[in-house]
């Protein structure tokens, strides 16, 4: 009965031994109480401290390539090429756009221009109000001196049957419109300045009609000229003779 507690104290003695190898490897370190501050002041420290002047540590340098050394070419890739192709296509097509816009533009201002042009000519060979000409009754006079110029000449040759009609309506219209006839020909006559052969022929075809027409006169007039020196003599025929009779 004696040796029953000590055997049970031999059985607990490897638990309690354990126990306590366990509790002094995970207890924190205690600083000796008495430990000098010197001894704590010359401890080194974990992370070295850096002067306040000093420079941050610089990464080294990569190393680059010679200058001999061939640099690595860039080679686009089909998509690249495919988006150049569409780049220039795309302009391509906004080039002629741009040129049709453009083409479609001056042949609208060409077309105003040429509108503005016959409007202002037509409106330029009308006589003015206050000289009292009319061209609606004009024109058909004019126009009915041709028909009677063309219906004389009918069994005439083409010379004739082409010229006398307009030399008729001409004169027609010189008599019954003057102003407008003059502004007719002045407008015909900036067109032919143009071409120097159409100017020197009508120069000369208006000097052979004004020459006609001065010897006309002349003709007649001495034409006249001859038949009251025949009506006088003959007046003065008739009068010796009535006083002969007597």
Do not use: C
């Not at 010229?163 to 407008?187: F, H, Q, R, Y």
Request: net charge positive; hydrophobic share 40%.
């Amino acid at each position: 009965m004696a040796f029953r507690p000590l055997l049970r104290h031999r059985a607990l003695a490897p638990a309690i031994a354990a126990a306590v190898t366990t509790g002094v490897v995970f207890a924190p370190r205690i600083v000796d109480a008495e430990e000098q501050p010197a001894d704590i002041a010359n401890r080194k420290p974990i992370y070295d401290e850096l002067p306040l002047d000093s420079t941050a540590p610089t990464l080294p340098e990569t190393s680059k390539p010679s200058s001999g050394a061939p640099a690595e070419t860039y080679r686009p890739t089909p998509t690249d090429r495919l988006a150049v192709q569409i780049g220039y296509a795309r302009l391509a097509l906004y080039k002629q756009a741009v040129r049709g816009e453009q083409a479609v533009d001056n042949a609208l201002t060409k077309t105003l221009q040429l509108e503005h042009s016959f409007t202002s000519t037509v409106r330029s060979l009308a006589p003015p109000r206050e000289s009292g000409e009319k061209i609606f009754p004009g024109a058909l006079y004019v126009l009915v001196a041709s028909m009677a110029g063309s219906i004389i000449t009918r069994n005439r040759n083409i010379l004739l049957r082409a010229s006398l009609p307009l030399a008729v309506g001409i004169t027609a219209a010189n008599v019954v419109l003057p102003i407008t006839s003059k502004n007719v020909g002045d407008l015909i006559w900036t067109y032919e300045e143009k071409y120097p052969v159409l100017a020197d022929a009508h120069l000369r075809t208006r000097e052979r009609i004004t020459h006609f027409i001065e010897t006309g006169k002349a003709h007649a007039g001495m034409t006249a000229g001859l038949v009251e020196d025949k009506l006088h003599e003959t007046r003065d025929g008739l009068e010796g003779w009535v006083k002969k009779g007597r």
